[in-house]
Each structure stands twice: as structure tokens, then as C-alpha cells.
């Protein structure tokens, strides 16, 4: 016998199970729209800003083949002294590239030596916050294990890239400068990821990440969606003074129920590598605030909120079974967005000790090129400066393309090509930006 209640429990499920139904369907419906219907224009060539013969001059220091300290030693010196960037009581924050070990990491002698200058200067008063993101972590791996966040350099010991004698990785600043929490299971100093309070919301006061929807970076995709990602960027307190870093409004600290500045500033320097890149050509100075911003803002986030948006890692992909043909390099543009509106570095170090590419020889697929032996090749170089389109464009000209003879994929870091990857990466980061110097005979190099 079925009940009058029974029955109304029973049709009230159903039409929850077909409202369920219906919206998995349209989102379907829309994701194959969205295939079918993908724009000309999404897949297109950027076009080349023209360069401004006056606004467009840019400067970069260069040193190399004096070892990775004594490169650092030689650009600063170029630079007139570190405290042209930074002053005696900053708070300097180095982001470096962690993620991956060998010639995928930052090289360690180098970030040592940044470290000193900064220190060791008249009446130093300040902090240094060394510091990258950790994207994915993965909490089943027991503590202590590399591949329990994918920051690995600070844990994982290298072959390549460390210089220091008696080191073997980037944890090893730690005991060197303070003894300071690095290596963060408990998230005591970290922030959220995978805990269930997704982004900061307004008027709290706890580290995380920020997205803002109101400075969505959009491009048109299909006829019926674009290519967006929300504006993100992070929040995080020092272990050691307290002082709060959140990267859009600089240095705060806690009172009470509010969050109030210092007075003091926050100099960012961006310590990245220069290797070959399967998404963009190349990665080095344009492309390094991916180890900035919140990868879960979109595509393999688990917030609500970050439906429909792809995060900046997948910015141009399409969801197609060619995927090779997706316009990877479109990640520029929500790159330059985010340092125009969040935060863009006071200098750049593009550390070349190592460059990494795909050797025409091949090797072993099941190590990642970013640290596999065969992959890497000694360029012994730092290029330093502020202009990251003349930065990276030198290192693709003097670093990456004398490899082209022995590289399996040398069109795609081609710049003499417009259609390669490296190519429309810069040119649409520059139209982005509004800035940017592709054109070597504005570049000026010391």
C-alpha cells in the first residue's frame, strides 16, 4: 500500500532527481555548444603592438659564467646595489620556482646570495619572506614526502641547481638564515587548500586567497562562453614577526578585529628559472606568477563558485580531443592582468644557470623534462631588470634558440616566427599589459 505521505516524499525526490538531471544535462548541452561553436578569433595570432621608440626603452643586466653568486654580485652591481629595490626597513618578499627540482627550481646559490645583499645592507631592519605556492596537495602521502605538496624543491634533494657545498635543497636556506617553520604540514603558516573554506571572505582576517569577481579577465571563446578567470592573490603571515603580507594592499598587521598597515613596504622580487615550455614556448620571467595565484579558481577546483571558469594554469584550453592545437599561450593574458591590478614585481631575476628543453635523442617519458638529466643544458647566465616581455624575449634569442640543433621542438621558442607559441605567448602578454619591449633594438643591455 503506498501513503498519501509516501507518495508526496516520492514525487518530491523525483522532481529533486529531475531538476539534478536537468542541470547536468544543460551543462552538457552547453559544453559540447561550446566545442562546436569555438571562434576563429579565440585560436588567432595577437597582433604586434607597435613599440613606442621613447616609452618602449628598456634596460636589462646581464652576467654570466661567473657561477650563480657571482652572476647575482654582477647584476646588482649593474643595478647600482640592491638598495635601488629595497630599502632598510621593507619587507621583501622572493618568490622563487619551487615546484619542480634541478633545472626546474631556482638555483639555490643564487637565492642565497639575493638574501645577503638584501641583509646585509647599512642599518637592515626589515623581513625576507622566501616563499611559492603549493599547488594540489596531495595529504594521503605521509609527511615528510616530497610529493606531498608540489612545491617540492624545498624537500626533494637535486642533482643540478643547488651550488652550495653541503646543500642539496631549497630547505636548506632555512637553518642557514633562521630556524624558522618551512616545510608546513599542518598549515600552521600556510593557507587553504583542500579544507573546505575556500577564499577569504569579506571583513575576515585569516590567511587564504582572494577572488575577486568583479575583475573577471574574459576572453570570447564559442558563440555561447568565454575564457574567464577570476583576479586572485594571497594572504599570508610571516612565522616569524607576525607582519601580514597580503599581496594586492602590502603589509598589515592585527588589531583586534581589523587589519591596519605598517607604514612599511612590500618589494617583491621575482626569482624564476628559463626553461623550454610545452604551453607557452618558453617560461621564465612572464610566466612565473603562475606560482602566485590560486590554481583552484577554475578548472579541478572543488569551490562552487569557480564553476563555469577555468583557472589561469588552463587558461585556453578548449576541452577538444586535439587538445594540441589549444591556444595555451592565451595564459598570458590573465598573467599581465594580474600584475597590473595586483602586483608586479620590483625586479626580475631570470636565474639560467640550467635551460631545460626536449632533446632530439629523446629520454625517459616517465621523469618530467623540467628535472631529467638528459633535458638540461649549462647557459651559466642571470638576466636581470623590470621589463619581463625584454627579459624573456633575450633568453629565447641568446639562451634557448642556440639549442635549436640538438631540441625536438625548437618552432615552438622560434621568435622569428609569429605564429610559434613563444611568439603569440609575449605579444599577447604585451597587449595585455599595455607594455612590454619585444623589439631588441630598443633593449639596451649592460
Not at 643586466?61 to 640592491?82: H, T
Not at 582572494?210 to 610571516?238: C, H, M, N, Q
Not at 595565484?293 to 562552487?304: E, F, I, P, R
Request: aromatic share 8%; with cysteine; hydrophobic share 40%.
Amino acid at each position: 500500500m503506498i501513503t498519501r505521505r509516501k507518495l508526496l516524499l516520492g514525487g518530491g525526490a523525483a522532481v529533486v532527481a529531475a531538476g539534478g538531471a536537468a542541470v547536468v544535462m544543460r551543462k552538457r548541452i552547453m559544453s559540447r555548444l561550446d566545442r562546436w561553436t569555438l571562434k576563429d578569433s579565440f585560436f588567432a595570432t595577437p597582433p604586434l603592438v607597435p613599440h613606442d621608440p621613447v616609452t618602449d626603452r628598456a634596460t636589462i643586466c646581464v652576467a654570466r659564467d661567473a657561477g650563480p653568486a657571482g652572476n647575482v654580485d654582477a647584476v646588482i652591481g649593474k643595478l647600482g646595489g640592491i638598495g635601488t629595490v629595497v630599502g632598510a626597513d621593507d619587507v621583501v618578499a622572493i618568490k622563487v620556482s619551487a615546484q619542480w627540482w634541478n633545472q626546474g627550481m631556482t638555483n639555490v646559490a643564487a637565492v642565497k646570495r639575493v638574501i645577503e645583499h638584501v641583509i646585509e645592507q647599512p642599518g637592515w631592519k626589515g623581513e625576507v619572506v622566501v616563499f611559492e605556492n603549493t599547488h594540489f596537495r596531495r595529504l594521503e602521502r605521509p609527511e615528510g614526502d616530497p610529493a606531498r605538496g608540489l612545491s617540492r624543491a624545498w624537500t626533494r634533494p637535486s642533482d643540478a641547481n643547488v651550488d652550495v657545498p653541503g646543500w642539496s635543497t631549497l630547505g636548506d636556506l632555512v637553518p642557514y638564515f633562521a630556524d624558522d617553520p618551512w616545510f608546513d604540514p599542518d598549515h600552521a603558516h600556510g593557507v587553504y587548500g583542500g579544507d573546505g573554506r575556500g577564499p577569504i571572505a569579506a571583513g575576515e582576517l585569516r590567511d587564504g586567497y582572494f577572488w575577486d569577481f568583479s575583475k573577471t579577465f574574459a576572453v570570447e571563446r564559442s558563440l555561447v562562453r568565454d575564457a574567464k578567470t577570476p583576479l586572485t592573490w594571497p594572504r599570508f603571515t610571516s612565522p616569524r614577526t607576525g607582519a601580514v603580507i597580503d599581496f594586492r594592499d602590502g603589509v598589515l598587521r592585527r588589531d583586534g578585529d581589523k587589519l591596519v598597515a605598517t607604514g612599511q613596504r612590500l618589494r617583491f622580487i621575482n626569482m624564476t628559472t628559463a626553461n623550454e615550455h610545452g604551453s607557452t614556448g618558453f617560461t621564465g620571467a612572464c610566466k612565473s606568477p603562475m606560482g602566485i595565484v590560486d590554481m583552484s579558481a577554475g578548472a579541478l577546483g572543488t569551490d562552487s563558485r569557480a564553476d563555469g571558469y577555468q583557472s589561469i594554469h588552463y587558461f585556453g584550453r578548449t576541452g577538444r580531443s586535439d587538445a594540441s592545437r589549444d591556444p595555451t599561450w592565451r595564459m598570458a593574458g590573465p598573467l599581465a592582468y594580474f600584475c597590473e591590478h595586483v602586483r608586479t614585481p620590483d625586479l626580475y631575476l631570470t636565474v639560467a644557470e640550467w635551460v631545460a628543453y626536449v632533446p632530439k635523442t629523446g629520454y625517459d617519458g616517465s621523469d618530467d623534462m623540467r628535472h631529467h638529466a638528459a633535458c638540461r643544458e649549462s647557459t651559466r647566465t642571470i638576466v636581470a631588470g623590470t621589463d619581463p616581455v625584454a627579459i624573456d624575449a633575450w633568453c629565447v634569442r641568446n639562451l634557448v634558440a642556440p639549442l635549436a640543433p640538438k631540441a625536438a621542438e625548437a618552432e615552438m621558442t622560434d621568435l622569428g616566427n609569429p605564429d610559434s607559441k613563444v611568439s603569440r605567448f609575449l605579444r599577447y602578454y604585451r597587449q595585455v599589459a599595455g607594455k612590454g619591449t619585444l623589439d631588441p633594438a630598443l633593449v639596451t643591455v649592460v
